[in-house]
């Protein structure tokens, strides 16, 4: 069954650095996601892309963070400037119409900024 | 706020025994969807049933959506111990957005 392949599953990054989550669709999937998972904490909405561009973000999705699809393939999260406060579970996500199906999520990478 | 709530927030039961859990919202959908998660783990999407559905099955698990009361149930029958998990609702707004809302969950143990 296809899958969504997110790297890497664990980062540790000292605050204020940069990290780069990386997530690669299902290959006909038209929308793609980021949502993050603080720990204990409810499934939240940062960022929808589809046609090459956001469709929309949420309060959490603000100047630090960036989205990008390189080559077609590959969608990434970008942090600029981590805070502690975002060490959380980000999970990638997928969807072939964002209306008729469910969304494939990848496992996750578990960012902790130290 | 479009975000389902869960309800009960934990289950204990025996394996064998069914599990029901609810879901309310708060305004119109397309579709609402429930996930699982096991600890620590990615979200396995289950079943999606959209608003002009009233009851929808899949293997051991069966849906109902209340549109009126805004509101759905999940039940999973003859639980087994590797149910054991997080079970979450989603909406899918209707409107232009392209997101979905997650609730906080509820944690389902089976007990062997």
């Known amino acids: 069954e296809p899958e969504v392949t997110q790297t890497p599953s664990h980062q540790v990054t000292q605050m204020g650095q940069e990290v780069i989550l990386r997530c690669v669709p299902i290959s006909n999937h038209l929308y793609f996601y980021w949502y993050r998972q603080i720990l204990g904490q409810k499934v939240e909405f940062l960022v929808s892309?589809?046609?090459?561009?956001?469709?929309?973000k949420s309060e959490i999705f603000d100047d630090q963070f960036s989205v990008e699809r390189p080559d077609g393939s590959n969608f990434t999260l970008k942090i600029r400037s981590t805070k502690l406060e975002d060490s959380a579970m980000y999970f990638c996500?997928?969807?072939?119409?964002?209306?008729?199906?469910?969304?494939?999520f990848g496992s996750g990478t578990r960012l902790t900024v130290v | 706020s479009q975000q389902g709530e869960e309800d009960p927030q934990a289950l204990s039961i025996q394996e064998g025994e069914n599990a029901t859990m609810n879901c309310s919202y708060k305004t119109s959908i397309n579709n609402l969807q429930w996930y699982r998660q096991n600890s620590g783990r990615g979200l396995v999407h289950l079943i999606l049933?959209?608003?002009?559905?009233r009851e929808k099955h899949s293997g051991r698990l069966r849906v109902t959506l209340d549109t009126s009361k805004k509101s759905s149930s999940l039940l999973i029958t003859a639980s087994r111990a590797a149910d054991t998990a997080s079970y979450f609702c989603a909406t899918d707004p209707f409107s232009n957005d392209y997101k979905l809302s997650f609730g906080a969950g509820t944690t389902v143990t089976v007990r062997a």
């Open positions: 892309f589809y046609n090459n561009e956001i469709s929309e």
């Open positions: 049933i959209r608003s002009n559905e």
């Open positions: 996500a997928s969807s072939e119409d964002g209306v008729n199906y469910g969304y494939t």
